[in-house]
């Protein structure tokens, strides 16, 4: 059986800059890095899970989407740690797929690079800063927690609007990683 998280990209592992295109830019969300070691410690395998419309949209290049990506790994690689995954949807949001999250192609594709199938899965959990990532984790039924950095604070105050119970909401990936079993 394996423990898997998925985590959303910008505002949960990287500061969310708003259609990132600088590599020079990518900068680590506070405790990012010690969250994801503890993770690590804990036997989860790590999937990042984003959805990348600035290039569908026109805003980023492919170049420069490559360059975020590479630059997030080396980041990642220069704090001792890196990701098992990552998931990307660069479409515009109107381009109906699977892939866009909060549909589920991106797991089913990450799952299956990584030969895992869900029915092996003892533990999932998702962990995100927008509505999109907690709705994915709903749709893998994940243990959704919701991270207050990026825009988990806009997050939090509108499913509080319309849901009686938000999912479980921490400050930071340190946080989260430290209630996994």
């Given at each position: 059986?394996?423990?898997?998280?998925?985590?959303?990209?910008?505002?949960?592992?990287?500061?969310?800059?708003?259609?990132?295109?600088?590599?020079?830019?990518?900068?680590?969300?506070?405790?990012?890095?010690?969250?994801?070691?503890?993770?690590?410690?804990?036997?989860?395998?790590?999937?990042?899970?984003?959805?990348?419309?600035?290039?569908?949209?026109?805003?980023?290049?492919?170049?420069?989407?490559?360059?975020?990506?590479?630059?997030?790994?080396?980041?990642?690689?220069?704090?001792?740690?890196?990701?098992?995954?990552?998931?990307?949807?660069?479409?515009?949001?109107?381009?109906?797929?699977?892939?866009?999250?909060?549909?589920?192609?991106?797991?089913?594709?990450?799952?299956?690079?990584?030969?895992?199938?869900?029915?092996?899965?003892?533990?999932?959990?998702?962990?995100?800063?927008?509505?999109?990532?907690?709705?994915?984790?709903?749709?893998?039924?994940?243990?959704?927690?919701?991270?207050?950095?990026?825009?988990?604070?806009?997050?939090?105050?509108?499913?509080?609007?319309?849901?009686?119970?938000?999912?479980?909401?921490?400050?930071?990936l340190l946080e989260i990683a430290n209630l996994l079993p």
């Amino acid at each position: 059986m394996h423990k898997v998280i998925f985590l959303d990209r910008d505002g949960v592992i990287i500061e969310d800059a708003h259609y990132l295109r600088d590599p020079k830019r990518v900068q680590l969300c506070p405790n990012a890095v010690e969250g994801i070691k503890i993770m690590r410690t804990k036997g989860y395998t790590l999937f990042v899970v984003s959805n990348q419309s600035g290039v569908g949209r026109g805003y980023i290049t492919m170049e420069e989407y490559r360059a975020v990506h590479e630059r997030c790994v080396e980041v990642l690689a220069s704090k001792g740690t890196t990701m098992d995954g990552w998931g990307y949807y660069i479409h515009a949001p109107d381009i109906e797929c699977e892939c866009r999250k909060p549909n589920i192609g991106m797991v089913v594709k990450l799952l299956s690079d990584a030969h895992m199938h869900r029915s092996n899965l003892d533990h999932v959990v998702m962990i995100g800063d927008r509505e999109t990532d907690i709705q994915l984790g709903k749709n893998i039924n994940a243990q959704c927690f919701l991270v207050l950095t990026g825009k988990g604070s806009e997050t939090y105050i509108e499913l509080l609007k319309r849901e009686s119970e938000p999912p479980h909401t921490e400050h930071t990936l340190l946080e989260i990683a430290n209630l996994l079993p």
